[in-house]
C-alpha cells in the first residue's frame, strides 16, 4: 500500500507540472511550435543510455553515481542510465520529453538545458548545504535514473505559470507543486518532491533577473 501512494502521488505531481506547462505555453499552439531541440538531445541521450545498458551489462556499474565508486563523470552519465524497470524506464524516457519540450517553448533550448543541468548539480549540493545529508535521502535517481532532474526541471514550470496565473484554479495548481513537493519528502522521505521545491526555487530566482523570451500572447515559436 505505501508503495502504491507512493507512486500515486509521485505521478500525481509530474501531472500537475505537465499541466501548468500547457498552461504556459498554450493547449492550442502546440501544432505550430517548432521542433524543440533541447528535449530532442536530452530524450536522445536518455534513450541512448538505455540501449547501451541493453548491449552492455557493465554500463551501469561503470556509469551509475554510486559514491562507493570512483569517477567524476557518473554524476553525468548516471543520470541517463535507468533503474526502475521496463515501466520505470518507459515512465523516466516519456515524462522528460514532454516536460523538456514545454520548457524548451516557453523558457528556450539553452535555458532549458541549464535548468536540466541545475537539476543534476545542484539538489545534492543544497542538501549538503542545509544539512540534509544525513537525513533522508533527497536524490530520488537511487544512483541512476532521469527522473530528478526531469522533475526540477518541470518545476521550474509551475512557477512559470504561476507568474500568469489569475483564476484561483491555476493559482492553486501551479502553487500545489511545491506545496505537494514539499509534504511528499516530508511524509514520503520521496526525493522527488524536494528536488521540485529545489526546481520550483530556481525558476523564481531566474524569473526575477530576465522575462522568458516566449510572449504572453501565446504564439507558435
Same mark, same amino acid.
Given at each position: 500500500?505505501?508503495?502504491?501512494?507512493?507512486?500515486?502521488?509521485?505521478?500525481?505531481?509530474?501531472?500537475?507540472?505537465?499541466?501548468?506547462g500547457?498552461?504556459?505555453?498554450?493547449r492550442?499552439?502546440?501544432?505550430?511550435?517548432? =521542433?524543440? /531541440?533541447? +528535449?530532442?538531445?536530452?530524450?536522445?541521450?536518455?534513450v541512448?543510455?538505455?540501449?547501451?545498458?541493453?548491449v552492455?551489462?557493465?554500463?551501469? %556499474? +561503470?556509469? %551509475?553515481?554510486?559514491p562507493?565508486?570512483?569517477?567524476?563523470w !557518473?554524476?553525468?552519465?548516471?543520470?541517463?542510465?535507468?533503474? @526502475?524497470? =521496463?515501466?520505470?524506464?518507459l515512465?523516466?524516457?516519456?515524462t *522528460? +520529453?514532454?516536460?523538456?519540450?514545454l520548457?524548451?517553448?516557453?523558457w @528556450? &533550448?539553452? *535555458?532549458?538545458?541549464?535548468?536540466?543541468?541545475?537539476?543534476i548539480? =545542484?539538489?545534492?549540493?543544497?542538501?549538503?548545504?542545509?544539512?540534509?545529508? %544525513? &537525513?533522508?535521502?533527497?536524490?530520488p535517481?537511487?544512483f541512476?535514473?532521469?527522473?530528478?532532474?526531469?522533475?526540477?526541471?518541470?518545476?521550474?514550470?509551475?512557477?512559470?505559470?504561476?507568474? !500568469?496565473?489569475?483564476?484561483?484554479?491555476?493559482?492553486?495548481l501551479?502553487?500545489?507543486?511545491?506545496?505537494?513537493?514539499?509534504?511528499? /519528502?516530508?511524509?514520503q522521505d520521496?526525493?522527488?518532491?524536494?528536488?521540485?521545491?529545489?526546481?520550483?526555487?530556481? +525558476?523564481?530566482?531566474? /524569473?526575477?533577473?530576465? !522575462?522568458?523570451?516566449?510572449?504572453?500572447?501565446? !504564439?507558435?515559436?
Amino acid at each position: 500500500m505505501e508503495a502504491i501512494v507512493f507512486n500515486t502521488t509521485t505521478a500525481a505531481l509530474m501531472v500537475m507540472m505537465v499541466n501548468c506547462g500547457l498552461g504556459v505555453v498554450g493547449r492550442d499552439t502546440l501544432r505550430g511550435r517548432s =521542433l524543440p /531541440w533541447a +528535449a530532442l538531445v536530452l530524450t536522445g541521450l536518455a534513450v541512448g543510455g538505455v540501449l547501451l545498458q541493453l548491449v552492455w551489462s557493465g554500463a551501469m %556499474d +561503470a556509469l %551509475d553515481a554510486d559514491p562507493a565508486k570512483s569517477g567524476w563523470w !557518473r554524476e553525468f552519465t548516471s543520470v541517463f542510465m535507468q533503474n @526502475g524497470g =521496463l515501466f520505470g524506464a518507459l515512465w523516466n524516457l516519456a515524462t *522528460l +520529453a514532454v516536460v523538456a519540450a514545454l520548457a524548451h517553448w516557453y523558457w @528556450g &533550448g539553452g *535555458l532549458t538545458l541549464g535548468f536540466f543541468l541545475a537539476g543534476i548539480l =545542484l539538489p545534492g549540493r543544497i542538501d549538503a548545504l542545509l544539512g540534509l545529508g %544525513d &537525513g533522508p535521502a533527497t536524490d530520488p535517481r537511487n544512483f541512476a535514473g532521469s527522473s530528478g532532474a526531469t522533475y526540477f526541471l518541470g518545476a521550474t514550470l509551475a512557477l512559470a505559470f504561476l507568474t !500568469r496565473a489569475r483564476r484561483p484554479k491555476e493559482i492553486a495548481l501551479a502553487a500545489g507543486v511545491p506545496v505537494l513537493g514539499l509534504a511528499m /519528502w516530508l511524509a514520503q522521505d520521496n526525493g522527488h518532491g524536494l528536488v521540485s521545491v529545489y526546481g520550483f526555487a530556481l +525558476a523564481a530566482a531566474a /524569473w526575477s533577473t530576465r !522575462r522568458p523570451t516566449r510572449s504572453l500572447s501565446h !504564439r507558435p515559436s
